[in-house]
Antibody, heavy 119, light 110 residues
Framework: QVQLVQSGAEVKKPGASVKVSCEAS????????ISWVRQAPGQGLEWMGW????????KYAQKFQVRVTMTTDTSKSTAYMELRSLRSDDTAVYYC????????????WGQGTLVTVSS | QSVLTQPPSASGTPGQRVTISCSGS????????VNWYQHLPGTAPKLLIY???QWPSGVPARFAGSKSGTSASLAISGLQSEDEADYYC???????????FGGGTKLTVL
């Protein structure tokens, strides 16, 4: 069965960077892409961007364009999301989600990774 | 402020039918298909409806999606206690060149 397993919770100081991983199993990793979606406390879902696991092509939300980098390691069937220059309002649960293309629905999601930004 | 507009809350009793609306614009719902997600806090969101009205494998038919113009809706019939969750609509936005979500609707089963 399709599974996306994310790395554990992180606590970071303002200005630092965080890198969250998402290990995929149960399907051919390079046949799909991975989107990253976050949810701040008490807020709704927010799309951050998408990466093709086939060729590494990325599409980032304008809001995160400057601060985010999404990558994949096909040998490990793992996607990564790095967010830099962290601020307190980046405190959120970060989810990875599978999508066949950047315009495709998110059919499987990871369990989420809580990133807390605090001095 | 979310790009897509949903009511913050909805409620119903077991067995009832409830509807959740999602309002957008020409650059998103008006020209792209809508997906719906069910989210229980502390768990991974789940795809409920895709391409406006299609069911992923395993989703019961009592969840039904529809779209008209720049609005979409999710209808849940035969309401059950396990349906208590947050529901989000989502669509691609051509102007923003990215996915946009509604603010979410918290469904309470009374």
């Amino acid at each position: 069965q399709v599974q996306l397993v994310q790395s554990g919770a992180e606590v970071k100081k303002p200005g630092a960077s965080v890198k969250v991983s998402c290990e995929a199993s149960g399907y051919t990793f390079t046949s799909y892409g991975i989107s990253w979606v976050r949810q701040a406390p008490g807020q709704g879902l927010e799309w951050m961007g998408w990466i093709s696991a086939y060729n590494g092509y990325t599409k980032y939300a304008q809001k995160f364009q400057v601060r985010v980098t999404m990558t994949t390691d096909t040998s490990k069937s793992t996607a990564y999301m790095e967010l830099r220059s962290l601020r307190s309002d980046d405190t959120a649960v970060y989810y990875c989600a599978r999508g066949s293309g950047s315009y495709s629905e998110f059919d499987y999601w990871g369990q989420g990774t809580l990133v807390t930004v605090s001095s | 402020q979310s790009v897509l507009t949903q009511p913050p809350s909805a409620s119903g009793t077991p067995g009832q039918r409830v509807t959740i609306s999602c309002s957008g614009s020409r650059s998103n719902i008006g020209s792209k298909s809508v997906n719906w997600y069910q989210h229980l806090p502390g768990t991974a969101p789940k795809l409920l409806i895709y391409s406006n009205n299609q069911w992923p494998s395993g989703v019961p038919a009592r969840f039904a999606g529809s779209k008209s113009g720049t609005s979409a809706s999710l209808a849940i019939s035969g309401l059950q206690s396990e349906d208590e969750a947050d529901y989000y609509c989502a669509a691609w936005d051509d102007s923003l060149n990215g996915w946009v979500f509604g603010g979410g609707t918290k469904l309470t089963v009374l």
